[in-house]
């Protein structure tokens, strides 16, 4: 049937998943006899501990299907003896005692059992019949006897997909018993395996901590090559292990690991640490291991063998080559490509045995041995030699094995795709300190090794054929040959001719096939540091001529975007500006004149611009800024990124009149100008993403923008209201057609335009002020405009209150606590304005959010005047009777330190008792602990811990901070105390409600 409605597109694919998902648990739930019995403990479960059954609890819960069967049957006739009823009735009973008998009823049993020296069946009975998630855990954490695990049955001990109650126990079994604990681990993989890889990865993590005990376990686990996450852990094993304590064995889990694609292609530093790992255990403290300790070999035959895996694999073969120069690659930084780190540790550990007098026969014997003969193994013997070189030239037996070494891989030196500068490297060294009597041998060597040259009917037929791929092998003879003797290169000259006078001459080294471009490059080959010194040399008009005038290359022959480099050069000047603002604005017009081009006066601008928005520019230099760029302005606009230099033009206008200032007699022909952009620009849409982001991108947005700031401060200096040329265009867009992006702009300014004209506004209210439909400036002024607690309360309520329970209103719920913070309370009363609010669909979940914002605020603040304004807020808000889920958001006072403690806690008690889930549980208890010797705060931390969190660090949090208030209470037995008591029961923290858990100072606490 899902089938059906997927084809036929009718029902949602999220609830088709969910209706899945649902049939599949039912028809599980009817395949195992009892499944709706133990579906309802489990809501039974999850209703008294706040926690799901998991696989342990799921099990002991199966035993009430066997109840109601056996129950069944004697009502229908079966025969029963009084002893299988006796039975019966005490194993319902015990069963029920652990279902519905609350965790405080039970933990002086609890910790009996957990404290038992020797258990014995019946005990562990009991154990496993435990349905509440909380006292496994407990029992786990505190269990002493070794004998649990050979007495409880296998689904208590086992670890699920995301947790493991058994792990604690395990955990200091194994510090007393690490074969044991390994050898039972080893017994039941593959019931652990069938838990999920979450689970066999919890279980790695534990046997672990067994050390070199848990060595041979481990090698089983990692051999079967599970999740990357469970090789992970195993990785992390095998690096803290003692350099001394290192085998053979250890080097074959590490050696299955970095097989391991799953484990490689994802963890690369993980792969880095293995590797160095192996390369510092070769030989330990710069000691050649000799004689019988053959470790060394041992883990060179490894990393061997691993390597030649590796490069198999044709994705890891391209990530060896187009390595430029494996002696740039270090293990202390380790490449993304894990091929390329295993060469590396070769060669580290190959360098190594060069320094202890290994002769280089035996250090390349793993190379020779495990790797085929192709262009990956001669290059790792030729890095090997150039960086050995220093060490063998020095001895003549060395000496004589080297150069025996570096002809035989001149022999082989063809290969590959492309040349690379390692490679050229060593042939460089080989052609200089190559012995007089071996250059005709090294000569026939690397001959052999280039192989033949092509004959001159392939070259004839290539450069007819021309453009088109260099062969292969004439790249490699290309990028060698500025290294390779003139014996060498002479067969192959009619080829370096071809290719160089197509190519022009290769480069000096090889360059990388890969080529990250530098900053420099990044700007068309243009130098910031050259232009730089230019301008301080001959002034910066003289730099920006010379600029404009620089041709830019491109690397690339596609990368023709029609600007002719004007991309690249503003780019750069951005740049130059930004590094001395003011000296690049002293003299604006002659740097505009020598910029020229819209393109490059844009960019200057700009810079400038954002200088004087971060507070660079000296304000002084602002006014002649923007009359310089006015005096500018494209007449054109339709040259090229004309546009860009009105909006820049306009920002600046923007940022002048904001502080205030006039452009003197240009101010006029400015209005006008943008006046004329504004009227260009607007345009009907009702589909704009994000109206105010794209109107402030577009010359005609930022117009309406600086026009807007330009009637603002014309009212304020005058006094007389709005001027006429600006409320003319806004009522002549308001009048028209809706568009989105100009009631945004205008929105964003309607708090100052109703500052200086309230009248105005109160003219247009049918326009301005009314937040239906949702394009209307009202509401982007409440999203985006400056807060007016007089403009707030002029809003429509009703729609004030819907647009306030919209997704993402979290700045309209800004302005709304701002307004109630007024104590003219320009809203009316909060309580009122709150629970009209809070009746709305979505409205208590916007009244927790806004109450926690305003909890925020208040921490920020700092003031107790604030904060005594706030509580009345809060007290208002528990006087209107809200709902419940209204009042969440208020936990987050607990960080407002400016509300004195005694409001806080009478407050947050009353809160309580019509919200116990306050959010930040953890911080409420950790406040309620300033306080210990309150009832009140006892109360609070009891309900943190009977709300809050139920798992993770904040759980763990609430936990301690609830522990140390109750370790500090007063002794007395009051019903507040005991409530505390009784929530860290039920927390499973049972040892810190028995006091008997000690804090490094020796009272007792979390």
Not at 399 to 413: I, S, Y
Not at 419 to 430: K, N
Not at 629 to 637: E, H, I, L, N
């Amino acid at each position: 049937m899902a089938d059906a409605w997927r084809q036929q597109g009718g029902v949602g694919a999220g609830e088709l998943d969910v209706l899945v998902g649902a049939v599949e648990e039912l028809r599980a739930e009817q395949a195992e006899r009892g499944g709706f019995r133990t579906r309802q403990i489990g809501h039974l479960v999850a209703a008294q501990t706040r926690q799901e059954m998991g696989l342990a609890q799921t099990e002991a819960a199966r035993s009430w299907g066997a109840f109601y069967s056996s129950a069944s049957g004697v009502l229908h006739g079966s025969s029963s003896g009084a002893d299988e009823a006796r039975r019966q009735f005490e194993d319902v009973t015990a069963a029920m005692e652990q279902l519905f008998l609350g965790l405080p009823e039970r933990a002086d049993r609890l910790r009996e059992l957990a404290r038992l020296e020797v258990p014995v069946q019946q005990d562990a009975d009991e154990v496993a019949r435990m349905t509440d998630p909380r006292a496994g855990m407990y029992f786990f954490s505190a269990a002493v006897s070794g004998r649990w695990l050979g007495l409880l049955p296998l689904y208590r001990l086992l670890p699920e997909e995301g947790r493991w109650p058994a792990a604690p126990y395990l955990r200091r079994l194994l510090a007393k018993e690490s074969e044991r604990v390994c050898a039972w681990v080893e017994g039941h993989l593959d019931e652990i395996r069938a838990q999920g890889p979450g689970a066999l990865s919890q279980v790695v993590a534990v046997v672990s901590e067994a050390g070199m005990a848990a060595c041979a376990l481990l090698t089983r686990i990692v051999r079967a090559q599970p999740d990357r996450f469970v090789l992970l852990r195993a990785a992390y094993w095998a690096v803290d292990i003692p350099v001394a304590e290192r085998s053979g064995p250890w080097v074959a889990v590490l050696e299955s690991i970095l097989r391991a694609r799953t484990f490689t292609t994802h963890e690369s530093w993980e792969s880095g640490l293995l590797l160095r790992a192996l390369v510092d255990t070769a030989h330990p403290g710069g000691h050649l291991r000799t004689g019988e300790d053959r470790l060394g070999v041992i883990i060179r035959s490894a990393l061997a063998g691993v390597l030649a895996d590796h490069l198999g694999d044709e994705d890891a073969r391209l990530q060896a080559e187009i390595v430029n120069d494996l002696g740039e690659v270090t293990l202390a930084a380790p490449p993304h490509a894990t091929v390329v780190a295993l060469m590396r540790a070769m060669l580290d550990l190959a360098l190594t045995e060069a320094r202890l007098g290994v002769p280089v026969t035996q250090r390349l014997r793993g190379v020779h041995g495990k790797l085929p003969q192709d262009e990956h193994r001669v290059r790792l013997v030729a890095v090997h030699l150039a960086e050995s070189w220093p060490l063998d030239s020095g001895r003549v037996e060395a000496a004589a094995g080297w150069w025996q070494a570096a002809l035989d891989a001149a022999r082989e030196v063809g290969g590959g795709a492309w040349p690379s500068a390692d490679l050229a490297d060593f042939l460089a060294l080989v052609h200089t300190h190559c012995p007089q009597e071996l250059r005709a041998d090294l000569v026939a060597a690397l001959t052999e090794g280039l192989g033949a040259p092509p004959a001159a009917e392939e070259i004839r037929a290539w450069a007819d054929a021309s453009p088109g791929p260099v062969p292969r092998r004439w790249r490699i003879v290309r990028g060698l040959s500025p290294v390779l003797s003139e014996a060498v290169r002479a067969p192959w000259q009619p080829v370096l001719a071809l290719l160089e006078e197509k190519y022009g001459p290769p480069a000096a080294r090889p360059e990388p096939v890969v080529k990250i471009t530098s900053w420099v490059e990044s700007y068309g080959g243009l130098s910031l540091e050259s232009f730089t010194a230019r301008a301080q040399a001959d002034g910066t008009a003289a730099a920006v001529a010379e600029l404009a005038a620089t041709p830019v290359t491109r690397e690339d022959e596609d990368d023709d975007d029609g600007d002719d480099g004007d991309g690249a050069r503003a780019g750069l000047l951005g740049e130059l500006v930004a590094q001395h603002p003011d000296t690049w604005a002293a003299d604006p017009a002659a740097v505009a004149a020598a910029a020229a081009r819209p393109a490059l006066q844009s960019a200057y601008f700009n810079a400038l611009h954002h200088a004087a928005t971060s507070g660079r520019l000296s304000p002084g230099l602002l006014g002649p800024l923007a009359e310089t760029a006015f005096a500018v302005r494209p007449q054109d606009a339709d040259v090229p990124q004309a546009a860009r230099l009105q909006l820049v033009i306009s920002n600046l206008l923007h940022r002048l009149w904001n502080t205030g200032a006039s452009l003197g007699d240009a101010e006029a022909d400015a209005v006008a100008w943008l006046r004329t952009l504004i009227t260009g620009w607007s345009t009907p849409r009702l589909d704009t993403s994000s109206p105010l982001g794209a109107a402030t991108t577009a010359p005609g947005g930022s117009a309406l923008l600086s026009l807007t700031a330009w009637g603002i401060q014309h009212a304020l200096h005058a006094g007389e209201g709005l001027p006429e040329q600006l409320t003319a265009v806004l009522e002549e867009l308001l009048g028209a057609e809706p568009d989105d992006q100009t009631l945004a702009i205008i929105g964003f300014g309607l708090g100052q335009l109703h500052h200086c004209d309230p009248a105005w506004v109160t003219d247009h209210a049918d326009t301005l002020l009314s937040l239906d439909p949702v394009w209307r400036p009202a509401h982007s002024w409440l999203t985006h405009g400056r807060p007016d607690p007089v403009l707030l309360a002029r809003l429509d309520r009703a729609g004030l209150w819907q647009a306030l329970c919209a997704p993402h209103a979290e700045s309209a719920l800004d302005r709304v606590f701002f307004a109630l913070l007024d104590e003219t309370e320009p809203l009316g009363s909060a309580g009122a304005f709150l629970a009209g609010l809070a009746d709305r669909t979505g409205g208590d979940k916007a009244v927790s959010v806004m109450l926690s914002r305003l909890a925020t605020h208040t921490a920020h603040a700092g003031s107790h005047a604030v904060a005594e304004r706030a509580a009345a807020i809060w007290r208002a808000a528990l006087d209107a009777g809200l709902p419940a889920a209204a009042l969440h958001g208020v936990g987050h006072f607990a960080f407002a330190d400016s509300l004195d403690q005694d409001t806080w806690l009478e407050l947050t008690a009353a809160t309580i008792t019509r919200q116990p889930d306050l959010e930040d549980a953890d911080h409420v208890a950790e406040r309620a602990a300033r306080t210990p010797l309150t009832p009140a705060a006892q109360l609070i931390a009891a309900s943190a811990l009977n709300h809050g969190p139920v798992d993770g660090y904040r759980r763990t949090a609430t936990i301690g901070h609830a522990a140390g208030l109750y370790a500090n209470a007063p002794a007395e037995n009051t019903a507040e105390r005991e409530a505390l008591r009784r929530a860290l029961i039920n927390a499973g923290a049972i040892e810190d409600a028995y006091g008997s858990r000690q804090t490094p100072s020796g009272r007792n606490g979390p």
